[in-house]
């Protein structure tokens, strides 16, 4: 069976720090990533999305970067934390081109 | 471009009462995929159904929607609310095969009394 691991479980940083989240797919070759945010009583909105090591396409700018160094793997980062970085970070994971299963998120506050 | 809309944010029911969610979408793709996301607090969101086939009703966990895309709606519905259904619950719409976006809408959280 799959398992997606995120990492860490929550995080509180500082305005202007650097910020790394991790992203970890097991029981799944080369699987389709992406990358949510959902700030507190909002929507969920995708960031990015992967579909082969090496490869990752920009949905909204939020002025966060995302690299996949391994297939099973998906990073989101960004060198400077803004006050509105805080929120709710998803991981995802598809097979086909539906059918998302998320992974159980990491909580970010910036203060 | 696409979207979808969830017109209640907040829907509070007694236990025992019907569920109706409501969800229309908008795209120039013909075949979409809608799906029905529940999210329990603390929690991160977890499939509860989906569609892609035009006036057909799908049910998991005694809540059933059917997608009408005469009307780009694709409401979710359930006979009698459980105290346990308290939830969030996102609409979500995959548009075309390629795109590699699913859209979430806004949201209805959904509690219900006893």
């Known amino acids: 069976a799959q398992t997606i691991h995120q990492w860490p479980v929550a995080e509180i940083k500082a305005v202007g720090s650097p910020l790394s989240l991790g992203c970890t797919i097991k029981?799944?070759?080369?699987?389709?990533l992406y990358w949510y945010w959902q700030a507190t009583g909002g929507t969920l909105q995708q960031l990015f999305y992967?579909?082969?090591?090496?490869?990752v396409e920009s949905v909204v700018q939020l002025n966060l970067s995302a690299s996949r160094p391994k297939d099973d793997q998906f990073i989101l980062s960004t060198e400077k934390l803004l006050l509105s970085h805080s929120g709710f970070y998803l991981c995802?994971?598809?097979?086909?081109?539906?059918?998302?299963?998320f992974g159980s998120g990491t909580r970010l506050l910036v203060i | 471009g696409d979207s979808v809309t969830q017109t209640e944010g907040l829907v509070t029911l007694t236990e025992g009462l019907p569920v109706m969610l409501n969800c229309t979408y908008q795209?120039?793709?013909?075949?979409?995929?809608l799906f029905w996301y529940v999210q329990h607090l603390n929690e991160s969101p977890r499939l509860l159904l989906k569609?892609?086939?035009?006036?057909k009703r799908t049910e998991h966990q005694g809540f059933h929607a059917t997608l009408h895309k005469s009307s780009s709606s694709f409401h979710l519905q359930k006979s009698s609310a459980q105290l346990s259904d308290s939830a969030l619950y996102y609409c979500?719409?995959?548009?075309?095969?390629?795109?590699?976006?699913?859209?979430f809408g806004s949201g209805t959280q959904l509690t219900v009394m006893p």
């Open positions: 029981g799944k070759s080369s699987p389709n």
């Open positions: 979500a719409l995959y548009a075309s095969s390629g795109s590699w976006q699913l859209i």
């Open positions: 995802a994971w598809s097979s086909g081109d539906s059918d998302y299963t």
């Open positions: 795209t120039i793709y013909s075949n979409p995929f």
């Open positions: 992967s579909i082969t090591v090496g490869q």
């Open positions: 569609s892609f086939t035009d006036n």
